[in-house]
């Protein structure tokens, strides 16, 4: 029964955080977000994949929509979502891989979405989103081969990846197309790390759809996760404490 | 309004919301048995549903590499011996799980046996050892990102980084002649630093999945309709 009520606390403690901010931001102006440099430099990776007649290609790794990697996905395909409205504007479609087929209508969906609110979809291509492998390991060396490819401009890995993601990456590096990456396992963190300067780490992930679209949603979501840090956090160090003096 | 309510509102209550409560209480009250049961059948339906999307991604290899194949892009070849190598894959379990009674034909017992070992040979002499080369190479590129540190990033974390990485391979490595102090060095950035960074990035992820799955209870998220 612990563990119920303290699954109700917190969910209650993260509802009340968000209702009260998203109604609070409504009122207020702009809030200031850390530049988060992955997601600073996707946008121009996309005006610059128009320039050159490429395309971004947005690898979006091995998670599900029904496994643990669940909401890691959903944050991936927030950022997907941005992206496909900005290379629509520009008309530099991305190439999307998917290493999980559940992810596969969603995406194409995100992508379909983007072409009809610019009033494009004859121009939408189902093609452009691709299911490379289910296993993590020939994922990875299917989306390498796809960011080797002639237009592909930069190469965009977000979602639920590990070490495999090494393979990409290094696609990349051989082939000199701009690298980015969200991830947030630590294998996949130390994998990267070396390889990739723009690199947006553990947490930072979530706050992709604050970075890219600025929207009310996402910066109260944003600023809950801050709250609910601070008070983990002194939770934590007040534990600490208690314990070293013999308190609890 | 009632295009609304079809389009946003059921979709939510019915494939959101309801399925979302019964799962998350059925794992936090397992003492409730229809609670549990009704949230064991809802997993089962979701895998259900899962079998049938690698039906689309199956079609999807077929539709972007036939497209490759037909309009002769570069590495065509490719595409061929993948579509190849997915039939070659996908018919003889699929011939089993039929009933092995195709267009009317009967298959015999020999052919049945024949075509369950056929697909056991390609998983074992095929799909495991190349699935073991790409995870050998991966060893290959993850020293080579590490000598590349310094191209992605020229500033005192990469020493830092390279430093650790030297360190911790170097204790490892059983010495006898005087680098044993490495294996201690080695447990400490092991079981201290490395340990408490991990737990701190994986608790800043927790708050990350709970906020973002809370939005998508509250349809603040939706990957799965209009926004």
């Known amino acids: ?248 | 309004m009632m295009g609304r309510l079809i389009r946003h509102w059921i979709p939510f209550l019915f494939f959101i919301l309801i399925p979302g409560l019964v799962v998350l209480f059925g794992y936090l009250m397992p003492g409730i048995a229809p609670l549990t049961e009704l949230r064991d059948m809802m997993v089962e339906w979701a895998v259900i549903i899962s079998a049938f999307a690698f039906l689309l991604g199956l079609l999807n290899v077929l539709q972007v590499h036939g497209r490759h194949i037909r309009r002769r892009r570069s590495g065509w070849f490719y595409s061929l011996i993948l579509v190849l190598a997915m039939l070659l894959t996908w018919i003889p379990p699929a011939f089993q799980s039929l009933g092995l009674d195709f267009l009317g034909i009967p298959v015999s017992s020999e052919a049945q046996a024949m075509l369950a070992t056929t697909s056991q040979w390609i998983f074992d002499y095929v799909i495991t050892p190349l699935g073991a080369s790409l995870a050998a190479l991966l060893a290959f590129t993850l020293v080579l990102a590490a000598l590349r540190i310094f191209r992605a990033r020229l500033n005192a974390w990469a020493v830092i980084f390279l430093v650790t990485v030297v360190v911790v391979l170097l204790g490892s490595i059983p010495f006898t002649t005087g680098l044993e102090w490495l294996t201690g060095i080695r447990s400490w950035i092991i079981d201290v630093l490395s340990t408490a960074g991990i737990r701190g990035l994986l608790l800043g992820v927790a708050l990350g999945v709970i906020v973002t799955a809370l939005r998508v209870f509250i349809v603040s998220e939706q990957p799965y309709s209009e926004s």
């Open chain 1, 1 to 248: 029964m612990n563990l119920l009520a303290g699954a109700i606390l917190l969910l209650s403690l993260v509802t009340l955080i968000g209702v009260y901010l998203i109604l609070r931001l409504r009122k207020k102006t702009q809030t200031a977000v850390r530049p988060i440099s992955a997601f600073q430099d996707l946008k121009v990776q996309a005006s610059y994949a128009a320039e050159s007649g490429g395309g971004i290609h947005v690898a979006l790794g091995n998670g599900s929509l029904y496994g643990e990697d669940a909401i890691t996905s959903i944050a991936a395909l927030q950022v997907l979502e941005a992206l496909s409205d900005e290379a629509v504007a520009y008309n530099a479609p991305p190439i999307i891989t998917v290493g999980d087929p559940t992810l596969l209508p969603i995406a194409q969906d995100i992508l379909r979405r983007a072409y009809e609110r610019k009033g494009q979809l004859e121009f939408y291509n189902a093609g452009q989103v691709r299911f490379v492998a289910p296993s993590p390991v020939g994922y990875a060396a299917g989306a390498g081969d796809v960011a080797s490819g002639e237009t592909v401009t930069a190469t965009m890995m977000i979602g639920a990846f590990a070490q495999e993601v090494s393979l990409i990456a290094d696609s990349s590096v051989r082939y000199n197309t701009p690298a980015l990456a969200a991830v947030t396992t630590p294998t996949a963190i130390s994998a990267l790390y070396p390889a990739i300067e723009k690199l947006a780490q553990g947490e930072e992930l979530y706050a992709a759809g604050a970075q890219l679209t600025g929207e009310d949603r996402y910066m109260a979501g944003l600023i809950t996760q801050d709250v609910l840090r601070f008070i983990l956090v002194l939770t934590i160090l007040a534990l600490s404490i208690a314990t070293y003096w013999g308190i609890w």
